[in-house]
């Protein structure tokens, strides 16, 4: 493929002209400078910004033992922590895959996720029960929802972000889990503030224009379910009645898996957490997350979601580039044939008058 491809010269200019770096702002942005960012699609972080929240003192095991006691959380349970991932089988077929979900007493919950924290630290996670990982995950607006008791320690929205996108948030998410949980490479429809309270958040960043490296391609659905009634362990089933869903099936660490002849032109940027820092995540970059725990075996985080604006170009130019993809994956290359000997021979037979 020469680099005159249309598809190759995107990416490559896009690279040459924005830097594979998050920005570090020194304060919170105000809202017209979170405008510029958005309008940009560009990502920043801010050190520290959310230092003085009530949730960043006040999070620790016992408090939110004490403020969640007895509360029924839904709790994410997959056998490798790869929640909403990618599983290949044996033959090579691909299977988007949910987690199994139950409820469990908040406090059960969070003395499971650090037990296995400790089991992993001292060696024994070969265990049985600890081959289960669990993550609190489910992304539905859960901190005014099932974790209510803790949304007082939080804001109600982020101002700059409220004041320049001219809208409240459409859903505030609590996280919470270990190192065994990782959420695979994909995209979001909103413009995303980020908050690490406990522990560590690593992410690995791509812009919406790397979209042809990723091979994003409509895969069936799958859910794990456990192997038997009595099992601690799951096994993936697919959804007969579910439609396939496109996802991203290349993952930036193992570039040579399932690549694209476009892959290896993406540059990813990597970005990880600390308590008290705030992320800007903008819509429609592609991301994959990790997590390191605190000193109490457990990470958490707060999110805010923003609707992305469908007005204006950039939906309608990341739609295109999709669509161009698609069909650039879809295209039939054929060998090459040196018909040169069979040319001679036409060109030297008589002609017929």
Same mark, same amino acid.
């Given at each position: 493929?020469? #680099? ?57 095991? *016992? ?27 044996? #033959? ?54 099932? +974790? ?11 101002? +700059? ?32 503030? +980020? ?36 099992? #601690? ?25 399932? *690549? ?19 992320? +800007? ?73």
């Amino acid at each position: 493929m020469s #680099l005159e491809h249309p598809i190759q010269q995107l990416i490559h200019t896009y690279h040459e002209l924005n830097v594979s770096a998050v920005d570090e702002l020194h304060r919170v942005p105000s809202a017209l400078e979170f405008s510029r960012f958005v309008r940009k699609n560009r990502p920043f972080v801010v050190r520290n910004a959310a230092w003085d929240w009530p949730a960043v003192h006040a999070w620790d095991a *016992a408090y939110l033992t004490q403020t969640m006691l007895g509360q029924l959380v839904n709790v994410a349970c997959t056998p490798k922590g790869n929640a909403d991932a990618i599983v290949e089988d044996e #033959l090579g077929g691909l299977m988007y895959v949910e987690p199994y979900e139950t409820s469990e007493a908040f406090e059960d919950f969070l003395k499971y996720v650090q037990e296995d924290t400790s089991l992993l630290q001292t060696g024994r996670s070969d265990t049985p029960a600890a081959r289960t990982v669990k993550y609190a995950q489910t992304q539905n607006d859960n901190l005014r929802g099932e +974790y209510s008791n803790l949304f007082a320690d939080v804001p109600p929205d982020i101002s +700059y972000a409220t004041l320049a996108l001219e809208q409240e948030p459409d859903a505030i998410n609590f996280w919470l889990g270990n190192e065994r949980s990782t959420t695979s490479l994909h995209k979001d429809n909103y413009e995303n503030i +980020y908050v690490q309270v406990r522990g560590q958040k690593h992410f690995v960043l791509l812009p919406p224009v790397d979209m042809p490296c990723v091979n994003e391609k409509p895969v069936a659905c799958g859910r794990y379910q456990p192997s038997s009634e009595t099992s #601690l362990e799951f096994e993936p089933r697919l959804q007969a009645d579910a439609e396939p869903v496109p996802v991203p099936t290349w993952d930036p660490d193992e570039p040579q898996t399932r *690549a694209t002849e476009f892959s290896s032109l993406s540059k990813p940027t990597r970005i990880s957490l600390n308590e008290g820092d705030m992320f +800007y995540l903008p819509a429609m970059w592609y991301h994959k997350v990790s997590q390191s725990p605190g000193p109490e075996g457990f990470s958490c985080s707060v999110n805010y979601w923003y609707d992305m604006s469908f007005d204006g170009v950039f939906w309608a130019q990341n739609a295109f580039l999709r669509d161009v993809s698609n069909a650039q994956a879809r295209k039939v290359v054929y060998p090459a044939f040196n018909f040169g000997d069979e040319a001679e021979h036409e060109s030297d037979a008589p002609s017929i008058s």
